[in-house]
């Protein structure tokens, strides 16, 4: 992925911290905390065991079925269909995406997904209904040079 993504200052910023059982992390806009997030735990990328790598990716809307309106994360390398929606539990609810929570109960574990989702979406709603790019940069907590 390319540097100039460092250019935008309205880009989401997931900060991630790894543990043992899940990822959790804090979704930030500029200066604003957003919400708490899970996801699956790092696996070398593998597909629906794995978190997604770190990097700056694009997102975009999508519908379907069975989420609603949700998110695409585009551009993830060897990964398809990663995407935003609420869940509460990663290692049964998710496989390889990103849910964002309101209160985190454990590891990769949290609670009031919908409206800690609800929220993001009005924000990244507004961007994208403004045609501006959404960009989500993800790191670890150890690495806040980005």
Not at 83 to 110: D, F, M, S, W
Request: proline share 3%; hydrophobic share 30%; net charge positive.
């Amino acid at each position: 992925m390319t540097n100039n993504y460092k250019k935008i200052k309205d880009r989401f910023s997931l900060k991630r911290k790894y543990l043992p059982d899940g990822t959790n992390g804090q979704l930030w806009l500029q200066q604003q905390l957003i919400c708490i997030k899970i996801e699956l735990l790092w696996k070398e990328n593998k597909l629906r065991k794995s978190c997604i790598p770190e990097g700056c990716y694009t997102i975009k809307k999508r519908s379907s079925q069975k989420f609603g309106e949700h998110f695409l994360i585009t551009n993830v390398p060897n990964r398809s269909m990663i995407l935003i929606y609420p869940a509460n539990h990663a290692k049964t609810e998710l496989q390889g995406c990103i849910a964002p929570v309101t209160k985190l109960t454990g590891e990769g574990r949290g609670e009031l997904s919908r409206k800690a989702f609800t929220n993001f979406k009005t924000l990244v709603n507004d961007k994208l209904d403004r045609d501006q790019k959404v960009i989500l940069m993800i790191k670890s907590k150890q690495h806040d040079n980005y």
